[in-house]
């Protein structure tokens, strides 16, 4: 067993789920823009908010309570992100969250978080987390930073055209499916940084073992 990070890897689809913020300062803003980037239904806990995060309120994308943290907060709370500077509300977050069996993170504290926030690489359908077990996050957006340098345009593309195509492979037979991704797997690894024309290559892997 990895005696050190020790987390379980997973992406989440918070698309209209319930999630909670406490704070409203610009780190609470960071948090916050990601939860909308992934289509939760964010409220904001704190008396006092950036002028970024009260425009959002004003658009009704979120909902803002201009308030003080009280567990009552977290009914029907599936996840609660806490981005204060008050360590006795963090530690009461955690404590209340946890209990409830509410996922809970709160900022730059991993001793009291029950999941962590990678750097993320976000290339449309193509999405790469790295994480540090909450120990150096700057070595994980590094990490980042460089797995980004080798992902080319056309791998992306290539992501993409496969998951247009995946309807179509799942029905092959198992033999065929098995040997349609070996054909996919060597091209990547020897075209990895300049794929040409993934769609049209693709295509004609899936053609080729079905009229074999």
Partial sequence: ?????????????????????????????????????????VTI????????????????????IADTYKSCYLEGVWLVICATDDNSVNGEVFKDATRRGIFVNVVDDPQHCTFLIPAVLNKRDL?????????????????RNKIEEIISDDLVEAVSVLKQMRSSIKKLPSEKKRLFWKKVDEYLENKFSSIESPHQLFQSFLNNVNEN
Avoid at 11 to 28: P, S, Y
Avoid at 45 to 64: A, H, M, Q, Y
């Fill in 45 to 64: 806990i704190s008396p006092d908010v950036t002028s970024g995060i009260e425009k959002l309120f004003n658009e009704g994308k979120i909902r803002w």
């Fill in 1 to 41: 067993m990895n005696q050190g990070n020790n987390y379980y890897p997973v992406m989440l689809k918070l698309e209209n789920t319930k999630c909670l913020l406490i704070g409203g300062g610009k780190v609470a803003q960071r948090k916050l823009e990601k939860l909308l980037e992934s289509g939760a239904s």
């Fill in 127 to 143: 999405q790469v987390a790295v994480c540090s077990g909450g120990a150096a996050p700057v070595v994980s957006v590094k990490v």
